[in-house]
C-alpha cells in the first residue's frame, strides 16, 4: 500500500496501479476515455490529466497523464488545479470540433461516457466554427452500426477488437484527423465478440443494430440482474425491456465469471422471446387453443392418472425440481442425450473431486499453460475461449514484471513481449478460432486425439517409458512424429507452469473427459495442489437439471417407457427431444404415449407432437436460476411480466410452494441432494433499506401514466410483485444506499455503463455488494478413477473400409445453441448444415467448397466446405439446417458414413447459406468469393 | 572564408562535383581506422568511455548526449543478448537536408560510424530507416554496404574481429512521424507509425522489444573522427560547451543558400552572411528560425549569437538540426507559420487529442487568416493552443514542435496577425 495526496485529501491506493485507476477506485471523478479497466493504458486521449508536485514546495506541479502516471507512494496529485482542469476541458473541445452534437438521434444518448466526460470536463460552450471532416459509414453486419463522424479517436474499438480479442478486420486506417475505424471493406465483423464495441465506444460509433430498430433510451428500459442462457458459463446480463419486448441485452459486471465483455451469442441471442416461434397459448392435440382454465383442468387430468416427467438441461433448477416433485424422483427423467447425460455424471463427479479445483473465467485468464482437449470453445462457451486468448499473455505479464515495466502500460506490455506467449496447446479435430495464439495445435481423428491425450497423461505421470506406443502409427490428421512432438512440448509446459488449467467439455465426449481429469489428477499429484480443470457441458443448466435426476433415469429409458406401455403418460419441459435422441426414438415413445403434455415457451416438434401444449415464460419472464459449469447457482431476476396467457414451468405444475420461489427453492434445498446451500442465491430481504423494495424502472423512466394510454386513458395500477424482492416500479431503495441487486449501473456525473467503477470495491476487482451466485458442489471426494475407452470414440474409422468416413460432429457459434437460433440478428449468421472435408477428401469426390453431397443411404445432404485441417478419414458434420431446408438430427447420423456428390447441381454452385461461416481455417473466403 | 573550414571530419570526402568515394578510395583516405581499432583491440567499454568523453551530442535535434544514451543499454550475460542499432535517416523536418549530404556524400563515414556503435553496444543488427524520397541516398549507400560486406566489413567476422554485424536498409514509406524515434521502431516493425510510451526507453525494449540504439545519420559521422584523432583532438573543434563540428543549413532568399560543416561557436551572421553570402538584393531579413521547422523563432538582434545547444537555447530557441529557415521582409509571416502549421497537422499520426484535433483547428484558422475570413477571436484560439499542444501535454514531441514557430510568431508578428484578422493578407 501507497500513500497519495488528492487535493488535499489522503488516500491509500496500491502502488502497482496507475494514478487513474486509483483515484477512480477511491471515488473520485476524473474523466477519461482511452483506458479501459481491462485494457490497460496507452496514453492516446489525454482527457486524465493532472497536476503533480515534486514536494510540499512545488507550486507549479507538472501536468501529467493519470493513466500514464504509476500511484507512488507520496505522490501529490491535484484534479481540481485551474491548469489541469482547463486541459482537460480544452481535450473535451479537440475532441468535439467534428463530432455531429446529434446526440437526440444517437442510441448513445443519455448512457453516452462522452456526455459526461463533457459535463464533467466542464466545456460547454463551442467556439470551433470550421469545418467538420466527415466520413463514410460501413455495414458492418447484422449486429452493429457504424457511425464514425461520431468518433473521438480514442483507439478502445480497436485495441479491444484486435489487441484483446484477436480480430483482424477491423483497424485504425489512415492518419491525423482523417483517423479511421472500420474493416477494409464493408461486410460483417468476423470476430465473436464484435457486440463488445458497442459497450467499449465510449460514444455512439458502434452501436446494437437489433436495438435500433426498436430502440428506447437506457432510462426507459425497464430492467433487471440476469444470466445468459446461451451455453454452460452462465454470464452475468442485464436484459432490458420496453412495452412487453425485450430490447436489448447488454453486459452486467461479474468479477469472476464474465467481466466486462459477453459473447455474441449471448448479447444478440436473447431476443427470441420476441418472435412468432412463442408458444402463447395452451393447445390440445388438435392444435385448439384452450384457456388457462381448460389446460389447467387437462393437466391435472393427466397428473391423476400419472405421468413420467422429462426435464430439460435448458430450463430453471425450480422448473426441473417442481416437475420432479410432481412426478416424483423414480419416474422424473433425464431430458439430456445419451452422451451429455453420461458426460455430465462425469463432470458431476470430477466437480466433487478434491483433486480438482474448477476455475471461474477470471482464473483462466490468468493461467499459465494450458491444454483444451477436443473441445471447440470458441463455439460451444465463447466466453471461456475470449479468457484463454488472454491467459497466453502470462508470460507478457512476467516479462514486464522482470524488465519493471508496469502491467497497466498495455501498449509498452506488447511491444516488449511482442510474440512471447504463455503455452496453450489445443488438440482438436479441425482447426479452431483460437489456433493463432496455440503454442502447440494437434488435429487428428478422435480416437487418435484420445490417443494422444492419455500419452500425455502417461508422461507427466513419468511412469511408463514407452508412452509413444499409445499412440497409433497411422492417424489421419497428424504423423506419428508431430503428434509425438505436440505430447512432448505440451507435458514440456504443463510442467513447468504454475498455473497449469486443463480444458475439455461434453462436445469432446466423455472418454476425452476423463483423460483430461486424469491429466489433471497427475498434475495435482505433481504440484501437490489441486489442479484447475474446466469441463465445459453444453446448456445453461445442465449441470443443474444434472444434479437432479438419477443417473440411471436416462432419457432412453423414460423413452422405453413409454414405447413398452409402461407409462402411458409424460409431462416434457421446455426440451425438444428431436435434439436429443434419434427420431424414430422419439416418435415412437411420444406416439405410444397417450398423454404427451408439453410445458415450452418456445414451438418445437415435441410441442408439435404434444396432446396438451402448455406456455411457459422465458427466461426474462420469471425469476429462476441455473447451475453453471463450476456448479456456481445463479440467481436471474424477472425483467418483464410474462405475457397473458403464459405461466412458469413451475406454476403450470402447480406442486407445494411452487407460486413463490423462495418457497420452493427452500424445498429444493430440503429435498434435493446437492442444493442445500441454493437458498443463499436469494437477495436477503431482511437488509433492504427500510424494507423497500428494488425497482426495475430508473428514476427517470417516463411514460408510466401515459403509456398504456391507447388501451386505457386511467393510470393503472402498478403490478405487485410479490415473489421477488424487485418491483415493476421507479420508486424503492436507491442504488447508492443498497446495490446487492445491481442491474443497471448509474451514479451522477456517470450515465454510461462506466459508472460501474462506482461499485466496485476497486477498480476491475469485485463489486462492493456483489451477489456472485453460490458454489453448491463442496470437493470431499476423490472419485473413481475411470479408464477411458477408446473403442466408442466415434469418429474411429476402420481403414480397410474405403471412402467411408468417421462422423465428428462440430458446433457453430451461433446454430448450435438452440434457442438463440431463433433470434433473428442470429438467423442473419446462421450457416447451412454443411460437412467439412480435407481437400484430399473432396478432391476424391469431384467436389469443392459450396457444393451438396448426399449422406449415402439418406436423403440427407450436406453442403460441403473444404477445410485444410480436416484429418483425411473424418467427415466433420455440422447438423443444423440443410440448404435444402431441412433440419438435421445428429443423433440419426450413423457413425460412420459414405458421401456422394448430390445430383442435378452445377459443378462449384456455391450455396449462399454458408457465406455467414466463420471457421479457423478460413473458409468464409471461400465462401465470401463465392458469394461474389 | 573563415579558418573554421580548415578541419572537416564529417564531410572532407564530399565533394559534389564527382560521386561518393568507393570503399578503396575511402580506406585510402583513412576510412575505417575505427573498426580497425577495435580490431587492434578497443574494447566495448573503451569505446563507450571514449564517446562519453568526447562530449558528443545527438545532432537529431534534441541533442542528448550520445554515449550516455547508449549506456542505458542493459549489458552482460543477464542481459538480453539480441540488441539492434537503428540510423534514423527520416530527414523530414522542415529546412533539413543535412543528413541527405552525408549520406550522399560519403556513405562509407555512416557505415564505419555505424560499426563502431554497433560494436559499443554489442548489437548484431543494424536497420537505417531511410526517407523514401531520398532515392540517391538509397542508391548510394545500398551500393556503399555491398562492397563492405563484400570486403568483410560487415558480415560474421567483422574486420576479423570475432564481432557479428550486418545491416539492413529499409526505406520508409514516408511520414514525418517516422523520425520520432519510437514511431520510427513501430514503422519498422511494420505496425502503424504511433510513438510509444517512454518509459519504457528504446534501450530497454526497442525494435521488437528488444534493447535498442536509435541514433541520427550525423551523430553516427561524428564517431569515425572521435576514434581515429582522439577525444582531445574533438574536443579543440567547437567551442561554448559544444564540441565537433556540426552541418549548419541556411534557407531561404540569402545569395547561397546550401550546408556547411563548421565547428560549434560560429555565430549566426558568420553562417548566414559568410557561408550564405547574405541576404538576396532588396530583401531584407526579418526573422529566422535557427534549427528547422520546430524551432523558435529568433531575429536580425540575434545574428551575434554563437550556435552552440546553449547559446540558443538561453534565447528561448532551439539549436536543434542546426538548419536555418530565414524569413524576409517581402514573405508573409503569416503564410510562412501558416504553411508549417499545414504540414504539421498533416503530418500528426493521429493518435493523441491535442495534436490530432488541435493542429488541424490551428491550420484552418491560418487559412481564413489568409482569405481576410479571420477573426480577433481566431487569434486568441492561435494562443490557447500555444500552450495546450505544449510539452507534456500531447503524447509526443510533435505538437510541442509546432508550437515553437507558432508562439514565437504569435508575439513577434502581432501587429500582422492584427492586420490578417482585419483584412486578410496584405502580401498578396
Known sequence: MAKITVDGLSYEVNPDNNLLQECLSQGLDLPYFCWHPCMGSVGACRQCAVKTYRDAEDKNGTLVMACMTPASDGAIVSIEDEQASAFRAGVIESLMTSHPHDCPVCEEGGECHLQDMTQMSGHNYRRYDKLKVTHRNQDLGPFLNHEMNRCITCYRCVRFYDDYAGGTDLAAQASHHHTYFGRFEDGTLESEFSGNLAEVCPTGVFTDKPFSEHYTRKWDLQVAPSVCTGCAVGCNTTPGERYGSLRRVVNRYNSEINGYFLCDRGRFGAHYVNTDNRLRSAKDAAGMTLSTEEAEEKLAAVCAQGAIGIGSPRASVEANFALRCLVGEDNYYSGESAQNHEALQWLLSCLEDEAFSCPTIKEMEGADAVLVLGEDVTNTAPRVALALRQSVRSEATRLAAKARIPSWQDAAVRELAQEAQSPLALFSTGATRLDDVASTTLNADPASLLAAAKAVDVRLAGGSPDYDALIPEASSGASKGETMQAVESVCAALIAAQEPLIVCGSHAGVELMRVAASIARTLSALKSAPCALALLPAEDNSVGHAMLVRPQNTLAAALTKLSDGAASAVIIIENDLTRRAPSAAVTAALQAAEQVVVVDHLNTATTRAATLALPSTSFNEYESSRVNYEGRAQLSFQVSQYPSGTKPVEHWLGVDGALHSASLIARCSAEAAGFASLPKILPDALTRVAGLKVPRQSHRYSGRTAMNANVAVNEGKQAVDENSVMAFSMEGALLQQDASVLASPWAPRWSSNQSITKFQAEVGGELKQEQKGVHLLTRSVQSAVVEPDSHVVSGATDPATKGELGVHFVQQIFGSDELSAHSPAIRERLCDAYVALSPPQAASLGATTGDRLVISGTTTELSLVVRTQTPDTVAMIYPGTSAAGESINALDLPHRITLTRAPDQEAGAASLGLAALIVGDAVFSHARAAEE | ?428
Not at chain 2, 524551432?295 to 540558443?312: E, M, R, S, V, W
Request: proline share 6%.
Open chain 2, 1 to 428: 572564408m573563415s579558418a573554421h573550414a580548415e578541419q572537416r571530419p564529417l564531410t572532407k570526402n564530399i565533394d559534389l562535383k564527382r560521386g561518393p568515394l568507393a570503399l578503396k578510395e575511402y580506406e585510402a583516405a583513412g576510412g575505417y581506422a575505427g573498426p580497425r581499432a577495435i580490431a587492434a583491440g578497443l574494447q566495448p567499454n573503451e569505446v563507450l568511455e571514449r564517446i562519453k568523453e568526447s562530449g558528443l551530442k545527438g545532432r537529431g535535434g534534441a541533442g542528448f548526449p550520445t554515449g550516455l544514451k547508449w549506456s542505458f543499454v542493459p549489458q552482460g550475460p543477464d542481459s538480453e543478448q539480441q540488441k539492434y542499432l537503428v540510423v534514423n535517416a527520416d530527414e523530414m523536418e522542415p529546412g533539413t537536408f543535412k543528413d541527405r549530404l552525408l549520406m550522399e556524400g560519403d556513405p562509407h563515414l555512416l557505415i564505419e560510424g555505424m560499426i563502431i556503435a554497433a560494436y559499443t553496444i554489442q548489437a548484431s543488427r543494424a536497420f537505417i530507416f531511410l526517407r523514401g524520397e531520398y532515392l540517391l541516398a538509397e542508391k548510394r549507400l545500398a551500393q556503399a554496404i555491398a562492397e563492405a560486406r563484400a570486403a568483410g566489413h560487415l558480415g560474421e567476422n567483422v574486420f576479423g574481429t570475432g564481432f557479428a554485424f550486418d545491416i539492413v536498409l529499409h526505406t520508409s514509406a514516408g511520414r514525418y512521424i517516422c523520425g520520432e524515434e519510437t514511431a520510427l521502431l513501430n514503422a519498422l516493425e511494420g505496425k502503424r507509425a504511433n510513438p510509444r510510451a517512454k518509459p519504457p526507453f528504446p534501450q530497454v525494449s526497442g525494435l521488437w522489444g528488444k534493447p535498442t540504439i536509435v541514433n541520427n545519420v550525423e551523430t553516427l559521422c561524428n564517431l569515425p573522427g572521435i576514434i581515429a584523432n582522439g577525444v582531445e583532438w574533438y574536443q579543440s573543434l567547437g567551442s561554448g560547451g559544444d564540441f565537433g563540428t556540426k552541418l549548419f543549413g541556411v534557407s531561404g532568399r540569402v545569395k547561397t543558400p546550401g550546408c556547411w560543416e563548421l565547428p560549434f561557436g560560429v555565430s549566426i551572421r558568420e553562417v548566414i552572411e559568410g557561408y550564405g553570402g547574405g541576404m538576396q538584393e532588396g530583401y531584407r531579413l526579418k526573422a529566422f528560425l535557427p534549427g528547422g521547422g520546430s524551432t523558435d523563432f529568433l531575429t536580425p538582434d540575434h545574428l551575434d549569437t554563437p550556435l552552440t545547444y546553449g547559446a540558443i537555447g538561453e534565447l528561448g530557441s532551439r539549436l536543434a538540426t542546426g538548419t536555418m529557415i530565414l524569413l524576409d521582409d517581402q514573405t508573409c509571416p503569416v503564410g510562412m507559420i501558416g504553411n508549417l502549421m499545414k504540414f504539421f497537422a498533416h503530418e500528426s499520426c493521429g493518435f493523441c487529442t491535442p495534436c490530432r484535433d488541435g493542429l488541424p483547428w490551428v491550420d484552418a484558422i491560418f487559412r481564413d487568416l489568409e482569405e481576410g475570413k479571420g477573426a480577433h477571436k481566431d487569434i486568441a484560439i492561435l494562443q490557447d493552443h500555444v500552450g495546450y499542444l505544449g510539452p507534456g501535454k500531447t503524447f509526443c514531441a510533435l505538437a510541442p514542435g509546432a508550437t515553437a514557430p507558432l508562439g514565437s510568431g504569435l508575439k513577434l508578428f502581432a501587429d500582422e496577425f492584427e492586420t490578417h484578422a482585419n483584412s486578410g493578407c496584405p502580401y498578396h
